[in-house]
């Protein structure tokens, strides 16, 4: 199975400066338990906000411009490269695509599932955005909503058949 994962504000943001403009304690609980013993696939950008590959499933670097080679962690030059070597170092795992905007947008046309995290603030100077797509080409699960100072719901997407 081969999914995106993602959490967008109201108006669609997920950056803002290199970064994800809100920070939500236990928000980012699902996707370590999604990916946990999976693999992640996440541009440049993203790793390098994260600075260190993810514990526990392989980390595929999209970058034109850095290599890595590691216990956990490689480098690929293009989406497709990526998906190669997820079946080469992690054969039958499940894959997520982590962002970014250009990742996400590439790999909407191959992604079996979208799992957004519809995140109820609204960013006015956010620079980085979810890509659209055509939600007649999926089926909508609406799963929990978690309150709080700001709160979210969880959202999953699956492509017909
Ligand atoms: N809310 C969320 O769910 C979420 C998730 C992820 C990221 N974000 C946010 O999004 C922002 C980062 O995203 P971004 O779109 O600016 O950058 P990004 O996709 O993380 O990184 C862009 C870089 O990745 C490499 N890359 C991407 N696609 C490639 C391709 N097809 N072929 C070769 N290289 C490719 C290039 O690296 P080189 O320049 O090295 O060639 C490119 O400059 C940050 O603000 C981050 O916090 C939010």
Redesign the pocket.
């Known amino acids: 199975m081969t999914a995106i994962i993602?959490?967008?504000s109201r108006n669609n943001v997920?950056?803002?400066?290199?970064?994800?403009p809100w920070r939500i304690k236990g928000e980012q609980k699902q996707f370590r338990e999604l990916t946990t013993g999976n693999t992640v696939i996440?541009?440049?950008?993203?790793y390098e906000?994260i600075g260190h590959p993810l514990p526990d499933r392989m980390n595929i670097i999209?970058?034109?411009?850095?290599v890595l080679d590691g216990e956990n962690i490689v480098s690929a030059?293009?989406?497709g490269e990526a998906l190669e070597k997820a079946e080469k170092y992690a054969p039958g795992r499940d894959i997520y695509i982590?962002?970014?905007?250009?990742?996400f947008r590439?790999a909407l046309p191959i992604a079996d599932k979208l799992f957004l995290t519809e995140v109820d603030i609204v960013i006015d100077d956010g620079d980085?955005f979810f890509p659209e797509f055509d939600r007649d080409d999926y089926i909508l699960t609406v799963g929990e909503t978690v309150g709080g100072d700001i709160s979210y719901t969880r959202t999953c997407y699956t492509r017909k058949k």
């Open positions: 993602a959490a967008r997920i950056g803002r400066n290199g970064m994800i996440m541009g440049r950008r993203t906000e999209v970058s034109g411009t850095m030059r293009s989406l982590a962002g970014g905007y250009g990742l590439e980085t």
